[in-house]
Protein backbone atom coordinates (compact mmCIF):
# COMPACT_ATOMS: atom_id res chain seq x y z
CA UNK A 1 0.00 0.00 0.00
CA UNK A 2 1.38 3.49 -0.88
CA UNK A 3 1.23 6.18 1.17
CA UNK A 4 -1.97 8.03 -0.27
CA UNK A 5 -3.77 4.81 0.02
CA UNK A 6 -2.33 3.76 3.83
CA UNK A 7 -3.61 7.94 4.92
CA UNK A 8 -6.78 6.96 2.90
CA UNK A 9 -7.49 3.53 4.69
CA UNK A 10 -6.73 5.53 7.93
CA UNK A 11 -9.24 7.90 7.46
CA UNK A 12 -6.97 10.67 6.92
CA UNK A 13 -8.06 12.70 3.52
CA UNK A 14 -11.05 14.95 3.93
CA UNK A 15 -9.79 17.08 0.76
CA UNK A 16 -7.17 16.92 -1.95
CA UNK A 17 -6.60 19.32 -5.07
CA UNK A 18 -5.52 17.35 -7.88
CA UNK A 19 -5.46 13.65 -6.38
CA UNK A 20 -3.82 11.80 -9.23
CA UNK A 21 -1.21 14.44 -10.02
CA UNK A 22 -0.37 14.37 -6.20
CA UNK A 23 0.07 10.85 -6.66
CA UNK A 24 2.50 11.20 -9.90
CA UNK A 25 4.35 13.63 -7.90
CA UNK A 26 5.04 11.07 -5.02
CA UNK A 27 6.26 8.80 -7.27
CA UNK A 28 8.98 11.39 -8.67
CA UNK A 29 10.65 11.13 -5.64
CA UNK A 30 10.86 13.05 -2.17
CA UNK A 31 8.50 16.08 -1.61
CA UNK A 32 8.53 18.92 0.73
CA UNK A 33 5.63 19.55 3.01
CA UNK A 34 4.07 21.95 5.72
CA UNK A 35 1.46 21.97 8.41
CA UNK A 36 1.33 24.85 10.71
CA UNK A 37 0.27 25.95 14.13
CA UNK A 38 -0.39 29.53 15.90
CA UNK A 39 1.77 28.99 19.01
CA UNK A 40 -0.92 30.89 20.96
CA UNK A 41 -0.07 28.34 24.30
CA UNK A 42 3.12 27.12 24.85
CA UNK A 43 2.58 23.52 24.50
CA UNK A 44 0.63 21.94 21.95
CA UNK A 45 -2.43 19.57 22.68
CA UNK A 46 -3.75 16.15 21.70
CA UNK A 47 -5.62 17.56 18.47
CA UNK A 48 -2.52 18.64 17.21
CA UNK A 49 -1.30 14.97 17.25
CA UNK A 50 -3.02 13.90 14.35
CA UNK A 51 -1.40 16.78 11.83
CA UNK A 52 2.04 16.45 13.24
CA UNK A 53 2.05 12.58 13.02
CA UNK A 54 0.71 13.35 9.58
CA UNK A 55 4.26 14.45 8.88
CA UNK A 56 5.81 11.74 10.94
CA UNK A 57 4.29 9.24 8.14
CA UNK A 58 5.20 11.61 5.06
CA UNK A 59 9.06 11.65 7.32
CA UNK A 60 9.06 7.77 7.28
CA UNK A 61 7.93 7.25 3.97
CA UNK A 62 10.90 9.40 2.55
CA UNK A 63 9.52 13.30 2.32
CA UNK A 64 10.90 16.40 4.30
CA UNK A 65 8.40 18.00 6.91
CA UNK A 66 8.26 21.64 7.59
CA UNK A 67 6.39 22.59 10.55
CA UNK A 68 5.23 25.84 10.90
CA UNK A 69 4.96 27.80 14.23
CA UNK A 70 2.98 30.97 13.27
CA UNK A 71 4.61 33.61 14.72
CA UNK A 72 2.90 36.04 13.03
CA UNK A 73 -0.19 34.30 12.25
CA UNK A 74 -0.36 34.20 15.93
CA UNK A 75 -0.36 37.16 16.57
CA UNK A 76 -3.37 38.10 14.72
CA UNK A 77 -5.72 34.55 14.74
CA UNK A 78 -7.37 32.04 12.42
CA UNK A 79 -11.48 33.79 12.78
CA UNK A 80 -12.27 29.93 11.98
CA UNK A 81 -14.55 27.80 14.72
CA UNK A 82 -14.86 31.04 17.40
CA UNK A 83 -17.07 33.26 18.19
CA UNK A 84 -15.39 36.42 18.31
CA UNK A 85 -11.79 37.79 17.95
CA UNK A 86 -9.28 35.96 19.94
CA UNK A 87 -6.80 38.10 22.78
CA UNK A 88 -3.88 38.95 20.41
CA UNK A 89 -0.49 38.20 22.11
CA UNK A 90 3.03 39.72 22.10
CA UNK A 91 6.14 39.03 20.39
CA UNK A 92 7.60 37.99 23.77
CA UNK A 93 5.18 35.35 24.66
CA UNK A 94 5.14 33.99 20.66
CA UNK A 95 8.09 33.67 21.31
CA UNK A 96 8.19 31.79 24.48
CA UNK A 97 5.67 29.37 23.23
CA UNK A 98 7.57 28.57 19.73
CA UNK A 99 10.58 27.75 21.94
CA UNK A 100 8.80 25.38 24.48
CA UNK A 101 6.83 23.69 21.31
CA UNK A 102 9.81 23.04 19.71
CA UNK A 103 10.94 20.76 22.16
CA UNK A 104 7.64 18.73 21.80
CA UNK A 105 8.21 18.19 18.49
CA UNK A 106 11.48 16.78 18.91
CA UNK A 107 9.54 13.90 19.96
CA UNK A 108 7.28 13.62 17.00
CA UNK A 109 9.70 14.49 14.29
CA UNK A 110 13.09 13.43 13.61
CA UNK A 111 15.31 16.70 13.21
CA UNK A 112 18.75 15.26 12.98
CA UNK A 113 20.89 16.22 9.75
CA UNK A 114 19.73 14.11 6.82
CA UNK A 115 18.16 13.51 3.65
CA UNK A 116 14.29 14.18 5.45
CA UNK A 117 15.73 15.81 8.13
CA UNK A 118 12.63 18.22 10.01
CA UNK A 119 12.98 22.13 9.66
CA UNK A 120 11.03 24.03 12.08
CA UNK A 121 10.00 27.40 10.22
CA UNK A 122 8.63 30.66 12.18
CA UNK A 123 6.16 32.85 9.52
CA UNK A 124 7.14 35.73 11.92
CA UNK A 125 10.66 35.58 9.80
CA UNK A 126 9.62 36.64 6.73
CA UNK A 127 6.48 38.12 7.24
CA UNK A 128 7.34 40.86 10.00
CA UNK A 129 9.99 42.66 8.02
CA UNK A 130 7.42 43.01 5.04
CA UNK A 131 5.78 47.05 4.34
CA UNK A 132 2.28 47.01 3.96
CA UNK A 133 2.42 48.30 0.73
CA UNK A 134 4.35 45.39 -0.52
CA UNK A 135 1.87 43.20 1.29
CA UNK A 136 -0.85 45.14 -0.51
CA UNK A 137 0.72 44.84 -3.77
CA UNK A 138 2.39 41.11 -4.07
CA UNK A 139 -0.44 39.22 -1.82
CA UNK A 140 -3.29 41.31 -1.76
CA UNK A 141 -3.86 42.17 -5.33
CA UNK A 142 -4.16 38.54 -6.16
CA UNK A 143 -7.58 37.50 -4.61
CA UNK A 144 -11.21 39.20 -4.44
CA UNK A 145 -12.77 40.15 -1.24
CA UNK A 146 -16.01 37.88 -2.80
CA UNK A 147 -13.13 34.87 -2.17
CA UNK A 148 -12.58 35.68 0.78
CA UNK A 149 -15.93 36.17 2.07
CA UNK A 150 -17.10 32.74 0.44
CA UNK A 151 -14.99 31.56 3.33
CA UNK A 152 -16.93 29.49 5.44
CA UNK A 153 -15.33 30.86 8.80
CA UNK A 154 -15.38 34.35 7.40
CA UNK A 155 -18.97 34.66 6.09
CA UNK A 156 -20.16 32.76 9.73
CA UNK A 157 -18.75 35.72 11.62
CA UNK A 158 -19.49 38.62 9.34
CA UNK A 159 -23.20 37.46 9.86
CA UNK A 160 -22.55 36.70 13.56
CA UNK A 161 -23.30 39.94 16.26
CA UNK A 162 -19.59 40.19 16.75
CA UNK A 163 -18.72 40.49 13.10
CA UNK A 164 -15.19 40.36 12.03
CA UNK A 165 -12.26 42.75 11.96
CA UNK A 166 -9.88 43.56 9.16
CA UNK A 167 -7.15 41.93 11.32
CA UNK A 168 -8.69 38.22 11.41
CA UNK A 169 -9.90 39.13 7.83
CA UNK A 170 -6.38 39.07 6.56
CA UNK A 171 -5.50 35.90 7.79
CA UNK A 172 -6.30 34.17 4.63
CA UNK A 173 -3.74 36.12 2.92
CA UNK A 174 -1.24 35.97 5.18
CA UNK A 175 -1.65 32.15 5.31
CA UNK A 176 -1.31 31.98 1.90
CA UNK A 177 1.91 33.88 1.82
CA UNK A 178 3.80 31.42 3.85
CA UNK A 179 2.94 28.49 1.30
CA UNK A 180 4.04 30.97 -1.54
CA UNK A 181 7.44 31.81 0.89
CA UNK A 182 8.13 28.23 1.51
CA UNK A 183 7.50 27.01 -2.41
CA UNK A 184 10.58 29.80 -3.23
CA UNK A 185 12.73 29.28 0.07
CA UNK A 186 12.48 25.62 0.76
CA UNK A 187 10.60 23.59 -2.50
CA UNK A 188 7.78 22.92 -0.32
CA UNK A 189 5.01 21.33 -2.64
CA UNK A 190 2.48 20.36 -0.61
CA UNK A 191 0.53 22.09 2.45
CA UNK A 192 -1.51 19.68 4.49
CA UNK A 193 -3.94 20.38 7.48
CA UNK A 194 -7.43 19.69 8.89
CA UNK A 195 -10.74 20.05 7.08
CA UNK A 196 -11.51 23.42 8.63
CA UNK A 197 -8.22 25.23 7.02
CA UNK A 198 -9.05 24.25 3.69
CA UNK A 199 -10.06 27.56 2.24
CA UNK A 200 -6.62 28.88 3.66
CA UNK A 201 -4.72 25.94 2.34
CA UNK A 202 -6.08 26.39 -1.40
CA UNK A 203 -5.83 29.86 -1.27
CA UNK A 204 -2.23 29.40 -0.89
CA UNK A 205 -1.78 27.29 -3.85
CA UNK A 206 -3.67 29.81 -5.88
CA UNK A 207 -0.91 32.50 -4.93
CA UNK A 208 1.63 30.03 -6.06
CA UNK A 209 -0.36 29.23 -9.41
CA UNK A 210 -0.44 33.32 -10.07
CA UNK A 211 2.68 34.42 -8.63
CA UNK A 212 5.22 31.52 -9.68
CA UNK A 213 3.41 30.04 -12.29
CA UNK A 214 3.75 26.45 -10.28
CA UNK A 215 1.64 24.01 -9.46
CA UNK A 216 1.48 22.90 -5.83
CA UNK A 217 -0.74 20.55 -3.80
CA UNK A 218 -2.90 20.73 -0.94
CA UNK A 219 -4.40 17.79 1.08
CA UNK A 220 -6.45 18.15 4.53
CA UNK A 221 -7.42 15.42 7.19
CA UNK A 222 -10.49 15.02 9.36
CA UNK A 223 -10.84 17.22 12.68
CA UNK A 224 -10.36 14.49 15.17
CA UNK A 225 -13.42 15.05 17.57
CA UNK A 226 -14.50 14.12 20.61
CA UNK A 227 -17.53 11.36 20.94
CA UNK A 228 -19.82 13.85 21.22
CA UNK A 229 -18.85 16.00 18.42
CA UNK A 230 -16.84 18.74 19.97
CA UNK A 231 -13.16 19.77 18.26
CA UNK A 232 -10.00 18.92 20.82
CA UNK A 233 -8.09 22.38 21.14
CA UNK A 234 -7.34 25.03 23.40
CA UNK A 235 -10.24 26.98 24.11
CA UNK A 236 -12.26 24.22 25.25
CA UNK A 237 -12.08 23.15 28.86
CA UNK A 238 -10.13 20.18 30.09
CA UNK A 239 -7.54 20.47 27.39
CA UNK A 240 -4.85 17.19 27.28
CA UNK A 241 -1.32 18.60 26.30
CA UNK A 242 1.79 17.56 25.33
CA UNK A 243 4.34 19.50 27.50
CA UNK A 244 4.46 17.02 30.95
CA UNK A 245 4.19 20.07 33.11
CA UNK A 246 0.64 20.77 31.98
CA UNK A 247 -0.54 16.87 31.75
CA UNK A 248 1.39 14.42 33.03
CA UNK A 249 2.00 11.72 31.32
CA UNK A 250 0.16 9.44 34.01
CA UNK A 251 -2.98 11.55 32.91
CA UNK A 252 -1.90 11.76 29.77
CA UNK A 253 -1.60 7.99 29.22
CA UNK A 254 -5.19 7.75 31.13
CA UNK A 255 -7.16 9.81 28.92
CA UNK A 256 -6.39 7.45 25.58
CA UNK A 257 -7.22 4.42 28.37
CA UNK A 258 -10.50 6.21 29.06
CA UNK A 259 -11.57 6.35 25.52
CA UNK A 260 -14.90 5.78 24.11
CA UNK A 261 -15.31 2.19 23.09
CA UNK A 262 -17.43 4.23 20.19
CA UNK A 263 -14.09 6.37 19.10
CA UNK A 264 -10.93 4.14 19.79
CA UNK A 265 -11.31 2.48 16.07
CA UNK A 266 -11.12 6.14 15.06
CA UNK A 267 -8.49 7.36 16.78
CA UNK A 268 -6.14 4.09 16.36
CA UNK A 269 -6.49 4.45 12.83
CA UNK A 270 -5.91 8.50 13.01
CA UNK A 271 -2.84 8.33 15.07
CA UNK A 272 -1.29 5.13 15.47
CA UNK A 273 2.28 4.69 13.24
CA UNK A 274 1.50 0.87 13.49
CA UNK A 275 0.67 -1.12 9.67
CA UNK A 276 -2.77 -1.16 9.60
CA UNK A 277 -2.74 -4.70 9.86
CA UNK A 278 -2.02 -4.76 13.22
CA UNK A 279 -4.63 -2.40 13.97
CA UNK A 280 -7.29 -4.68 12.06
CA UNK A 281 -5.84 -7.57 14.64
CA UNK A 282 -6.29 -5.21 17.69
CA UNK A 283 -9.75 -4.33 16.88
CA UNK A 284 -11.10 -7.63 16.52
CA UNK A 285 -9.81 -8.59 19.84
CA UNK A 286 -11.31 -5.29 21.37
CA UNK A 287 -14.38 -6.39 19.49
CA UNK A 288 -14.62 -9.94 20.66
CA UNK A 289 -13.62 -8.72 24.31
CA UNK A 290 -14.26 -4.68 24.68
CA UNK A 291 -13.91 -4.65 28.83
CA UNK A 292 -10.23 -5.61 28.24
CA UNK A 293 -9.68 -2.53 26.17
CA UNK A 294 -6.99 -4.09 23.99
CA UNK A 295 -6.83 -1.25 21.83
CA UNK A 296 -6.67 1.32 24.07
CA UNK A 297 -4.22 0.27 26.01
CA UNK A 298 -2.18 -0.37 22.71
CA UNK A 299 -2.94 3.17 21.21
CA UNK A 300 -2.24 4.87 25.23
CA UNK A 301 1.11 2.74 25.55
CA UNK A 302 2.55 4.12 21.80
CA UNK A 303 1.52 7.95 22.24
CA UNK A 304 2.76 7.98 25.90
CA UNK A 305 6.29 6.65 24.39
CA UNK A 306 6.61 8.91 21.43
CA UNK A 307 5.05 11.65 23.43
CA UNK A 308 7.07 11.26 26.66
CA UNK A 309 9.64 8.68 25.99
CA UNK A 310 10.03 4.92 26.91
CA UNK A 311 10.83 5.73 31.20
CA UNK A 312 8.15 8.02 31.67
CA UNK A 313 5.52 5.80 29.70
CA UNK A 314 6.63 2.53 31.62
CA UNK A 315 6.37 4.03 35.33
CA UNK A 316 2.98 5.41 33.56
CA UNK A 317 1.75 2.41 32.97
CA UNK A 318 2.78 0.45 36.35
CA UNK A 319 1.77 3.56 38.15
CA UNK A 320 -1.59 2.77 36.59
CA UNK A 321 -1.57 -0.79 37.44
CA UNK A 322 -0.69 0.59 41.26
CA UNK A 323 -3.77 2.62 41.68
CA UNK A 324 -6.04 -0.26 39.86
CA UNK A 325 -5.03 -3.10 41.65
CA UNK A 326 -1.39 -4.87 41.36
CA UNK A 327 0.78 -4.88 44.15
CA UNK A 328 2.80 -2.21 45.37
CA UNK A 329 4.98 -3.62 47.36
CA UNK A 330 6.96 -4.63 44.84
CA UNK A 331 6.70 -0.94 42.69
CA UNK A 332 9.60 1.15 42.34
CA UNK A 333 10.35 4.31 43.98
CA UNK A 334 10.20 6.24 40.65
CA UNK A 335 7.07 4.37 39.83
CA UNK A 336 5.72 5.28 43.49
CA UNK A 337 6.62 9.09 43.08
CA UNK A 338 4.11 8.98 39.74
CA UNK A 339 1.24 7.87 41.85
CA UNK A 340 2.21 10.77 44.78
CA UNK A 341 2.06 12.84 42.04
CA UNK A 342 -1.58 11.92 41.20
CA UNK A 343 -3.22 11.20 44.32
CA UNK A 344 -2.91 13.34 47.64
CA UNK A 345 -0.19 13.25 49.39
CA UNK A 346 0.77 14.04 53.12
CA UNK A 347 4.33 13.74 55.32
CA UNK A 348 5.45 11.27 57.76
CA UNK A 349 7.99 11.52 60.58
CA UNK A 350 10.92 9.95 59.99
CA UNK A 351 9.79 6.58 62.08
CA UNK A 352 6.38 5.97 61.46
CA UNK A 353 6.26 3.25 64.17
CA UNK A 354 2.71 3.62 65.81
CA UNK A 355 1.75 6.98 64.09
CA UNK A 356 -1.80 6.86 63.71
CA UNK A 357 -3.56 7.52 60.25
CA UNK A 358 -6.76 9.16 61.42
CA UNK A 359 -5.06 12.44 61.28
CA UNK A 360 -3.27 11.47 57.87
CA UNK A 361 -6.44 10.76 56.14
CA UNK A 362 -8.24 14.12 57.53
CA UNK A 363 -4.90 16.43 56.20
CA UNK A 364 -5.02 14.59 53.16
CA UNK A 365 -9.12 15.18 52.84
CA UNK A 366 -9.75 11.46 52.42
CA UNK A 367 -11.89 11.30 55.33
CA UNK A 368 -13.72 14.09 56.97
CA UNK A 369 -13.52 12.72 60.77
CA UNK A 370 -12.17 10.53 63.27
CA UNK A 371 -15.58 8.91 63.61
CA UNK A 372 -15.20 8.07 60.14
CA UNK A 373 -11.94 6.69 59.80
CA UNK A 374 -12.91 4.55 62.84
CA UNK A 375 -15.65 3.25 60.70
CA UNK A 376 -13.64 2.68 58.14
CA UNK A 377 -10.69 0.93 60.04
CA UNK A 378 -13.74 -1.28 61.87
CA UNK A 379 -15.17 -2.25 58.57
CA UNK A 380 -11.30 -3.56 57.28
CA UNK A 381 -11.42 -0.78 54.65
CA UNK A 382 -8.10 0.65 54.93
CA UNK A 383 -4.42 -0.79 53.87
CA UNK A 384 -0.83 0.54 53.98
CA UNK A 385 0.32 -1.74 50.61
CA UNK A 386 -1.29 -5.04 50.90
CA UNK A 387 -1.92 -4.96 54.92
CA UNK A 388 -5.08 -4.07 56.19
CA UNK A 389 -4.50 -2.10 59.22
CA UNK A 390 -6.03 -3.08 62.24
CA UNK A 391 -8.84 -1.03 64.18
CA UNK A 392 -6.42 1.03 66.05
CA UNK A 393 -4.63 2.67 62.69
CA UNK A 394 -1.26 2.33 63.82
CA UNK A 395 1.47 2.22 60.87
CA UNK A 396 4.52 -0.20 61.49
CA UNK A 397 7.97 0.52 59.96
CA UNK A 398 7.09 -2.42 57.57
CA UNK A 399 4.78 -0.13 55.67
CA UNK A 400 7.31 2.21 54.23
CA UNK A 401 8.25 1.35 50.30
CA UNK A 402 10.73 2.04 47.84
CA UNK A 403 11.31 5.65 47.65
CA UNK A 404 10.47 5.88 51.54
CA UNK A 405 6.65 5.86 50.07
CA UNK A 406 3.55 4.73 52.43
CA UNK A 407 1.02 3.60 49.87
CA UNK A 408 -2.87 4.04 51.79
CA UNK A 409 -5.70 3.39 50.83
CA UNK A 410 -9.26 3.20 51.45
CA UNK A 411 -11.68 0.88 49.84
CA UNK A 412 -10.85 0.35 46.11
CA UNK A 413 -10.07 3.27 44.61
CA UNK A 414 -9.33 6.18 47.04
CA UNK A 415 -5.69 6.30 47.64
CA UNK A 416 -3.26 8.36 49.85
CA UNK A 417 0.66 8.72 50.09
CA UNK A 418 2.61 9.15 52.90
CA UNK A 419 6.23 10.31 52.19
CA UNK A 420 8.84 9.44 54.91
CA UNK A 421 11.01 12.40 56.15
CA UNK A 422 14.41 11.96 55.18
CA UNK A 423 16.73 12.23 58.64
CA UNK A 424 20.97 13.96 58.17
Given at each position: ???LDDLAARGLVHDTTDLAALRARLAQGPIGLY???????????????????????????????????????????????????????????????????????????????????????????????????????????????????????????????????????????????????????????????????????????????????????????????????????????????????????????????????????????????????????????????????????ALADELTKLVHGDAAATAAAEAADVLFGSDP????????????????????????????????????????????????????????????LDADGLLRASDVLAGGFVLLRKGKRDFLVGK?????
Amino acid sequence: MDLLDDLAARGLVHDTTDLAALRARLAQGPIGLYIGFDPTADSLHVGHLVGQLFMRRFQLAGHKPFPLAGGATGMIGDPGGRSEERNLLEGDTLRHNVERIKVQLSALLDFEPGPCQATLVNNADWTAPVTMLEFLRDVGKHFTVNQMMAKDSVRSRIESEHGISYTEFSYMLLQADDFRHLYEAHGVELQAGASDQWGNIVAGVELIRRRLGAQAFAMTHPLMLKSDGSKFGKSVGGSVWLDPQRTSPYQFRQFWMQADDAMIATYIKMLSLRPLADIEALLADQAAAPEKRVAQRALADELTKLVHGDAAATAAAEAADVLFGSDPTTASAEVLSVVAAEVPSVQLPASIDNHRVHELFIEGGVAKSISDVNRLLAQGAVRAGNRVLDADGLLRASDVLAGGFVLLRKGKRDFLVGKVSQTG
